[in-house]
T-cell receptor, first 109, second 115 residues
Framework: DAKTTQPPSMDCAEGRAANLPCNHSTISGNEYVYWYRQIHSQGPQYIIHGLKNNETNEMASLIITEDRKSSTLILPHATLRDTAVYYCIVRGYGQNFVFGPGTRLSVLP | DTGVSQDPRHKITKRGQNVTFRCDPISEHNRLYWYRQTLGQGPEFLTYFQNEAQLEKSRLLSDRFSAERPKGSFSTLEIQRTEQGDSAMYLC?????????????FGPGTRLTVT
């Protein structure tokens, strides 16, 4: 079973920030938080990952709470092309990725 | 970096036939994974290789499924005596170690329809 809980769906207005939450209350000290997204009929696309510090790359920012029990993926200026299913995954060394159902993000014009 | 490629992209077969899919990982990635994804669900892990060694297989991988990675480069996934329940998207991913983590990069998938 997935170790994360995400809302099934969210809407976001084009040009606004999309904030996607993820709960992972049972995360252990050596487990990373990964985010992927999947646009319809394509393979999942890696977005970002982190351990305890906040991370930023050209696609998104990842904010992890101090107790590491939850995180938020931020897409700073959502576009229509960001409409996808977003998966939050907790994974430790030697473990496999376990995908939950994810959050279906709809970016609205 | 040409990304992970999979062939074919679509396959329609009749129940009882055998099918084989191919995955070419990103060069220099030593790990290769296979997943299955059904409609409305996230991908489910099937098996993975480190170089040519198959290190783990999921309970989902029945005896009709076999995967190989003979020279540690490309991999094949074969399904024998296909059943309608095998209809799904089959995804391949590859990774290499970066620090303490392995980011997996996915291919476009092979969509299998069993009629």
């Amino acid at each position: 079973d997935a170790k994360t809980t995400q809302p099934p769906s969210m809407d976001c207005a084009e040009g606004r920030a999309a904030n996607l939450p993820c709960n992972h209350s049972t995360i252990s000290g050596n487990e990373y938080v990964y985010w992927y997204r999947q646009i319809h009929s394509q393979g999942p696309q890696y977005i970002i990952h982190g351990l305890k510090n906040n991370e930023t790359n050209e696609m998104a920012s990842l904010i992890i709470t101090e107790d590491r029990k939850s995180s938020t993926l931020i897409l700073p200026h959502a576009t229509l092309r960001d409409t996808a299913v977003y998966y939050c995954i907790v994974r430790g060394y030697g473990q496999n990725f376990v995908f939950g159902p994810g959050t279906r993000l709809s970016v609205l014009p | 970096d040409t990304g992970v490629s999979q062939d074919p992209r679509h396959k329609i077969t009749k129940r009882g036939q055998n099918v084989t899919f191919r995955c070419d990982p990103i060069s220099e990635h030593n790990r290769l994974y296979w997943y299955r994804q059904t409609l409305g669900q996230g991908p489910e892990f099937l098996t993975y290789f480190q170089n040519e060694a198959q290190l783990e297989k999921s309970r989902l991988l029945s005896d009709r499924f076999s995967a190989e990675r003979p020279k540690g480069s490309f991999s094949t996934l074969e399904i024998q005596r296909t059943e309608q329940g095998d209809s799904a998207m089959y995804l391949c991913a590859s990774s290499k170690r970066t620090g303490s983590s392995y980011e997996q990069y996915f291919g476009p998938g092979t969509r299998l329809t069993v009629t």
